[in-house]
């Protein structure tokens, strides 16, 4: 290692809004090591990764690089300075060929007319990624490939541009074990080279595999840097999650009936596999794991959204097929989907006509709709949710913060009185306030006799919330705890794959 | 089709407040002015029956544009409505002229044909999951070339007396000294009456919005997105097929080019009624108003001698400044 | 996508051993020429569109703008006999491209979805036609003679106008395929989120896209009057914009934007130019065009349809 670091943050401070997002976070990034990043969601990474390359400009601290402050203000200021970031979701074209998203505006030319040189573009492509050692060939049409390739693909472009800091956002997230140990060779390579990585990732097996030094944060505080040899996993966890629990929710454990949902062996080809689980009347069942894991598939499949290659669905003990949503919600299912802004609402649609929209029918006399029934109902139901920002229901949908936003759509589901209730991260993007009061009303469904099933990628809310916890990883259940036994530690095992920890647990 | 520069990038709230702009009160005013801009011009302008007389030339635009309300409001668009006019026409009047059909089963054949082409739309469009751009494109060329393989150039003029001249067909003076109102103009209004109701005031016409404003969300939430566009398209090769008949009242003849480009008439009818393109947003009342507005333009236009054609000129321009003007004014305001 | 290109080059194939068979006349010089001399206008035009189409815009009133183009310079040879061909054809093909530039502020920087913009361009040329013309047609006399020699004679066995269509042809071919714009174009109907986020100037290539289209209509408006000997108002470039888009998409261009060829278009032109000479010459009679236009489009876009869903099955099976 050199005398200084390539690339030293000091004292970063953001906030959004007011809202403290990272507090004096301070980190040396050295040539040739790969740095791993980690923290729960919403501990500030993303937020360090768009400082870092541009995206954001921090509200006090300071960035050396070489040991000379400069001022990364643009997305183009981070790449004049040699630093790259890699999405999580890959920037792609996918009409065009894999040398072209790689050079596409820059591509060699030649000649007085400075036409494109297609040939020598293929070879320095191949170049590109040969050197990462990828078997991908540069004239692949883009879209015709995985993601894991999409991801190689843009480590190639960062190259191809002189990259000496590669910034990757959770690039296993959505990977096979075989691809992310593909992955993790170019990574070595890369470090070889003497580029400085920052590598986020949740799968602690992943982080002591590939990482030279941990770094930690904690809801925007920089908790601890440390190096793989001198910690544990178990520690590291303890980094992470150290917030006391009860300062978040409790729920008491209510009455538990009979099972309403029941899937057998659901297997989405490319998905998951041999899903099988039950919720019964009253209970919420949480299922955790990683993004990627296969969680929202697997409800979007239950749901009819998607349809399933094998396994049987069945509602009270009877067997169902279920080939779109419009059935799902006949039989008494609902779906908050994870996506609330495309899946969930109609933004310029009124809170009324959102809540009432999978019931139409019922506010409805031989088609004609009664339109008062229908605000009169809304307004029960929003007063109901505490919905409080609206001015009243007839305003529209894409006006209200996250949280009442995701109040509308509880509301729309509560009004179809299902018997069954999905819930895909209920929580995700919306404040404490409304997050409490989201998770009081799941309390009272389920005391109600509704049977929940809670996907949420953050453990202390499943871990308040569930009676039973689910994990998946990699299109497959990978654990079942019920309350009394399950840990983070545990769930946390369980959805990296890493058997050691729950032993230690 | 999603354009890659048109759509407007700011967030859907933004997009909310820009319609709040409220273009039908644009088009009132555009009509009104209209109105007295005509009747300052020429004394004839204010002939009522005339003017209500002048109606029925435009009056398939009118009955067309109606359906086509629902199609772009659900988020889609279709083209082919002329040709289906022009099919439904032809093939009415030789199954009535040439295969001896009497007039009461053509017509009754027609309306059912024009309802067929236009699910033959929809099922394209659902299952092979086509924009709708692209399959009535094809259907554009498809059911007129029919008409013409059916006709080619020859035109079918033996109809029935009783079937012949609907347009001369008047309400007569009844209840107030009101002025005859022709036939067509009555199925038109009562046509726009039924649909606006339908639009604004049923369930089906909820879903047409909401499918209109995000068919994903709207999926989600239960709503068979696919048979309510089946339906829409159906019920617009419906009313394409009704106006091929009114056409062919008027003018005694059926031929496969009638009502050639109308169905870009009654696009800009819609669009001008500040219906959005994108689909979500838009009234019948909107739709109706520009309806009257094109009328009264073209009449007087028409009295001060300006060809059809220069008429296309002034609504071309009409239906630019009202998608420019808002977008205009919203960013000023920022 | 080579598939297409080969399965319309089988189809073009087909289609003519077939007429062959039925008329043998099919394939004589004469008829082969007439063949060519039909196409031209068509392609250049669909040059254009192909541009257009590939940035996901749709541009509707190219027909109007090669009519008003070709009123216009059609007027400066009827009040001025002696005005110089090559300055009338640069007449022309600058309002082309001024027409065009109009529709790209409208859907850049005004921000008009295309199909509205151009919907209204469409009338709005269609117009300014009858302004200009006062609704007066410009005959056979007032067309110079040597603007007509373009499709009769040239310096090889192709007429002019052929040969005019063939560099328009080539010089897409090159700007799509060897400039980094070109390139853009793809990019930005490939996913303008992406564009953006890559730095592409998506409103300026845009914008490029249109008034090159202009231009190339304006073109077109010239070889019509060449060809026909005469412009009318109502009549010259109207209902054009469906043909045109029609051999873009047959050709395999997507709707949606982000791929599609030169060479696929021209062979959609060629398709569409066959169909009509078929018809003509084997007395199958013409009003079978259009609907055999319509089933075309409409087999050309299903089969696409169909494939890529097989290849995004392929690729979801790929990832895991």
């Known amino acids: 290692m050199t005398a200084q670091p390539l690339l030293s943050a000091c004292g970063i401070s953001k906030a959004f809004g007011g809202t403290p997002v990272l507090q004096n976070v301070s980190l040396d990034l050295w040539p040739g090591e790969v740095h791993v990043l980690m923290g729960e969601n919403g501990a500030g990474k993303s937020t360090f990764n768009k400082i870092l390359s541009g995206v954001h400009t921090p509200d006090s601290g300071e960035i050396l690089l070489n040991g000379q402050a400069v001022s990364i203000a643009s997305p183009a200021a981070a790449q004049a300075h040699g630093i790259a970031l890699l999405h999580q979701e890959p920037i792609i074209f996918p009409d065009l060929d894999v040398a072209e998203n790689i050079f596409v505006g820059r591509q060699p030319q030649k000649g007085p007319w400075r036409s494109i040189n297609w040939h020598s573009m293929y070879e320095q492509a191949g170049e590109l990624l040969n050197s ?126 009979e099972p309403l949902l029941k899937v057998e062996g659901l297997t989405r080809t490319g998905h998951f596999r041999n899903i099988s689980f039950e919720v019964k009347a009253g209970e919420i069942v949480g299922m955790a794991g990683l993004v990627g894991a296969g969680r929202t598939e697997v409800s979007e499949a239950i749901f009819g959204v998607t349809q399933l290659d094998a396994g049987k669905v069945f509602l009270d003990g009877k067997p169902v097929n279920i080939r779109s949503p419009r059935q799902a919600v006949q039989l008494g299912l609902a779906y908050v989907p994870e996506d609330r802004q495309q899946h969930g609402l109609l933004l310029s649609m009124t809170i009324a006509e959102n809540i009432t929209l999978p019931v139409l029918k019922q506010f409805a006399q031989m088609g004609w709709l009664r339109a008062r029934q229908e605000r009169e109902v809304a307004q029960q139901y929003t007063a109901k949710l505490h919905l409080r920002a609206a001015r009243d229901v007839s305003q529209a949908a894409g006006e209200l913060s996250g949280g009442n936003q995701q109040k509308v759509v509880l509301a729309k589901w509560l009004l179809s009185q299902p018997r069954v209730l999905i819930l895909d991260e209920p929580t995700r993007g919306i404040d404490i306030g409304a997050k409490a009061e989201v998770h009081r009303i799941m309390g009272e469904l389920a005391s109600q006799g509704m049977a929940i099933l809670m996907i949420s990628s953050e453990l202390p809310e499943i871990l308040a919330m569930s009676d039973r916890v689910l994990v998946m990883r990699e299109g497959r259940l990978t654990g079942e705890f019920n309350r009394a036994e399950a840990t983070q530690e545990k769930i946390m095992a369980a959805a990296t794959g890493q058997q050691m920890v729950e032993v230690a647990a | 089709m999603e354009p890659s520069v048109a759509r407007p990038v700011g967030s859907p709230i933004s997009r909310a407040l820009e319609h709040k702009l409220n273009r039908e009160f644009v088009a009132v005013g555009l009509l009104l002015l209209a109105f007295f801009v005509g009747s300052r011009l020429s004394t004839q302008f204010l002939d009522a029956s005339y003017l209500l007389d002048t109606t029925s030339v435009y009056i398939e ?102 079937f012949v001249g609907i347009d001369s067909i008047h309400i007569a003076r009844t209840l107030f000294h009101n002025p005859p109102i022709p036939a067509p103009l009555i199925i038109f209004l009562v046509l726009a009456l039924i649909a606006g109701a339908v639009l604004h ?41 009704l106006s091929g008949l009114i056409m062919t009242s008027r003018l005694g003849i059926a031929k496969y080019d009638m009502g050639l480009g109308l169905e870009l008439d009654a696009i800009t009818a819609v669009v001008l009624g500040g219906t959005d393109i994108f689909g979500g947003r838009g009234t019948m009342f909107g739709t109706v108003i520009t309806f009257f507005l ?39 305001k920022r | 996508m080579r598939f297409r290109e080969i399965g319309i080059l089988v189809f073009l194939v087909i289609l003519a051993g077939a007429t062959t068979v039925r008329e043998p006349r099919f394939l004589s010089a004469k008829n082969l020429t007439d063949i060519l001399l039909d196409i031209p206008l068509l392609m250049v035009v669909a040059m254009g569109m192909t541009m257009i189409i590939l940035s996901r815009n749709i541009d509707l009133s190219v027909g109007s703008t090669l009519g008003l183009s070709a009123i216009i310079v059609g007027f400066i040879f009827k009040s001025n006999p002696n005005f110089p061909v090559w300055a009338g054809a640069i007449i022309g093909i600058l309002v082309g491209l001024l027409l065009g530039a109009l529709n790209g502020i409208l859907v850049t920087w005004l921000r008009v979805p295309a199909i509205i913009a151009t919907l209204g361009t469409l009338n709005v040329f269609r117009g300014l ?79 490029l896209a249109f008034t090159l289209t202009g231009g190339f209509a304006g073109l077109a408006g010239i070889m019509y009057a060449s060809r026909y000997g005469f412009i ?89």
């Open chain 1, 132 to 257: 990462l050692g990828v078997q991908i060939d540069p004239h692949e049409r883009m879209g015709g490939l995985s993601v894991a390739a999409h991801q190689m693909v843009e480590m190639a472009r960062a190259m191809s541009q002189n990259a000496r800091v590669l910034i990757m956002d959770e690039p296993t997230a959505s990977l096979s074990p075989d691809e992310v140990a593909d992955l993790f060779r170019i990574v070595r390579d890369l470090r070889a080279q003497g580029v400085a990585l920052v590598f986020i990732s949740h799968r602690l097996e992943e982080v002591f595999e590939i990482g030279d030094r941990i770094t930690v944060l904690r809801d925007g505080e920089f908790v601890n840097t440390v190096t793989p040899a001198e910690t544990t996993k178990e520690e590291i966890i303890r980094m992470m999650v150290g917030r006391p629990l009860s300062s978040l929710f409790e729920r008491e454990a209510g009455s538990i009936g």
């Open chain 2, 61 to 162: 635009t009118g009955i067309i544009a109606t359906a086509m309300t629902f199609i772009i409001i659900s988020g889609n668009i279709d083209l082919s409505v002329a040709s289906t006019l022009a099919l439904v026409a032809c093939v009415t009047g030789v199954l009535h002229a040439e295969h001896g059909l009497a007039m009461g089963p053509a017509i009754i054949c027609g309306l059912l044909l024009g309802a067929l082409l236009g699910f033959f739309n929809g099922l394209l469009i659902t299952w092979l999951r086509l924009p709708s751009l692209t399959v009535t494109l094809g259907t554009f060329a498809l059911y007129r070339g029919l008409a013409q393989v059916l006709l080619g150039d020859h035109s079918v003029s033996n109809f029935p007396d009783w």
């Open chain 3, 129 to 207: 036609v009858f302004v200009v013309s006062g609704g007066q047609e410009v005959g056979a006399n007032d067309i110079p003679p040597s603007l007509i020699e373009l499709s009769r004679t040239s310096p090889i066995q192709l007429p002019w106008i052929v040969i005019f269509a063939v560099l328009v042809t080539i010089a897409t071919h090159l700007f799509l395929r060897y400039t980094r714009t070109g390139r853009e174009i793809y990019a930005i109907g490939s996913s303008p989120k992406a564009a953006r986020l890559r730095g592409i100037q998506v409103e300026k290539v845009v914008f």
């Open chain 2, 201 to 241: 005031r049923t369930v089906l016409g909820r879903w047409t919005y909401a499918i209109g404003t995000n068919s994903t969300a709207s999926r989600y939430s239960g709503i068979a997105v696919d048979r309510v566009t089946l339906l829409l398209f159906t019920f617009s090769g419906f009313l394409a097929g």
């Open chain 3, 232 to 320: 009318n108002p109502l009549t010259t470039g109207a209902g054009l914009e469906l043909s045109v888009i029609a051999a873009t998409i047959i050709g395999g261009t997507n709707i949606l934007g982000g791929s599609g060829s030169v060479p696929g278009t021209v062979l959609g032109c060629l398709l569409l130019g066959v169909i009509n000479n078929a018809l003509v010459i084997t007395n199958l009679s013409a009003f079978w065009q259009l609907a055999i236009y319509g089933v075309v489009i409409l087999i050309a876009v299903a089969v696409d349809s169909l494939i890529r869903r097989q290849l995004e099955r392929a690729a979801v099976d790929q990832t895991r």
């Open chain 2, 294 to 332: 094109i009328v009264v333009l073209r009449t007087g236009m028409g009295l001060h001698n300006i060809k059809p054609e220069q008429q296309m000129l002034v609504l071309g321009l009409l239906l630019i400044f009202s998608i420019v003007v808002p977008n205009l004014l919203q960013r000023n």
